[in-house]
């Protein structure tokens, strides 16, 4: 076995993970109602929400891949290969395949009937559609939001080979401005793919995000093998964050004077550029003003994954019913947000939680354990 270190948690990263995964819901509710396309659609729209959805939809999922990156390294240094891979397997791959079939399908189901392509049961859907395991869109057999799942996996094996050697390596650069360099490669990806290879989620054409992501998870565990990272983000915040919000208040200026268009060569590096500040920004804000545990974040850390794979499923079902009704398109939006909230949170913990066969299929672990008591972690401290 190999020597172990000290484990010492980062609660700042839990708290970034539980509040991006919280604001998933707020953007999933928020795209039945922007026009983009999606499961279920309000006949009205909200334009007011379109530029935060935009800039959402930026500034999400990289922040969860870059703390799953991160997440890797503080697993890799206690564990041997095949005991990590073992574990992401179980994390990862199991609730993906059981997403597939049980939470997943009503997805399809309900975007079915909203446009007229089905009219029978549910159980008659599954039967002589789902399992006829045609993928999504011509058919009905897919992983939908649980992409993110899929490419994570993907990513563990991919990089597992750098990561071991990175591990085994003593070199560890110092944290500097370098740091801020991280953007290009993002940039980059995005003029060169994003407009040959659109997002899909599909796995096989999805060059652009794949890369994009790829990128994202090695820098999180980059960064968390160098000692004194996080408190070098957390005295660059300001810096990040005024520069994140100068570039995209130039994009919105550039865009509303028609001086650029969206998906130019310009919105690619501007856009792309901007998600790495924001994502240091999260980063040393979050370990200046979230590095404490309190019982809240006990909880919540453990029920993060779990919400995040129910949470789709619960938002079309929920909204599939209310956009049926003559309300406006604010009150529909938050009574759709406001009862998946409360859905999602009660299905976790009235159920999935109790059960040993749901923790393993939603990705808790078989058994609580004794809970770690929450105690405040001083703003400066720096165990690797």
């Not at 991160?70 to 990862?92: P, Q, S």
């Not at 999504?136 to 799942?149: E, N, Q, R």
């Not at 093998?225 to 100068?246: D, K």
């Not at 947000?337 to 939603?362: D, N």
Request: with cysteine.
């Amino acid at each position: 076995m190999p020597a172990t270190t000290p484990k010492v948690r980062h609660d700042f990263l839990d708290w970034l993970r539980v509040i991006a995964i919280f604001v998933l819901i707020f953007f999933h509710t928020g795209m039945i109602f922007v026009g983009w396309g999606w499961h279920v659609v309000n006949p009205q729209t909200i334009p007011s929400l379109v530029w935060p959805m935009d800039i959402a939809h930026r500034l999400r999922m990289p922040l969860l891949f870059v703390i799953a990156g991160a997440g890797m390294w503080f697993a890799l240094r206690n564990r041997d290969t095949v005991h990590f891979l073992r574990e992401r397997t179980i994390k990862l791959l199991l609730p993906l395949i059981v997403g597939m079939f049980l939470i997943v399908p009503p997805q399809i189901w309900f975007e079915r009937l909203l446009q007229g392509q089905w009219h029978g049961s549910y159980a008659s859907f599954y039967l002589s559609r789902v399992l006829q395991f045609e993928p999504y869109p011509a058919g009905d057999f897919s992983w939908h939001h649980l992409w993110f799942v899929l490419y994570l996996y993907v990513y563990v094996l991919l990089l597992l080979p750098a990561m071991l050697w990175w591990k085994r390596s003593t070199f560890r650069p110092a944290p500097g401005k370098w740091l801020f360099l991280l953007g290009l490669p993002l940039a980059l990806n995005e003029i060169l793919l994003k407009a040959r290879f659109p997002e899909t989620g599909n796995l096989i054409n999805d060059w652009y995000v794949f890369n994009h992501y790829l990128l994202l998870t090695a820098y999180g565990y980059l960064m968390a093998s160098i000692p004194g990272i996080w408190q070098w983000l957390a005295s660059c915040r300001h810096m990040a964050l005024g520069a994140g919000v100068a570039l995209i208040t130039l994009l919105i200026v550039l865009f509303h004077t028609s001086t650029i268009q969206h998906d130019s060569m310009a919105d690619h590096m501007l856009a792309g550029t901007f998600t790495w500040l924001c994502v240091m920004a999260f980063l040393g804000y979050g370990q200046r003003y979230l590095s404490f545990a309190n019982p809240l974040l006990l909880w919540a850390r453990e029920a993060s994954y779990p919400v995040y794979i129910l949470h789709q499923t619960v938002i079309v079902a929920i909204g599939y019913q209310v956009i049926q009704y003559s309300w406006t398109p604010w009150t529909k939006y938050f009574v759709i947000l406001l009862l998946s909230i409360v859905s999602c949170l009660l299905l976790y913990q009235y159920c999935l939680r109790r059960f040993t066969v749901l923790r393993l299929a939603f990705g808790m672990k078989a058994s609580t354990g004794k809970p770690r008591q929450a105690m405040p972690v001083p703003v400066h401290e720096d165990v690797q």
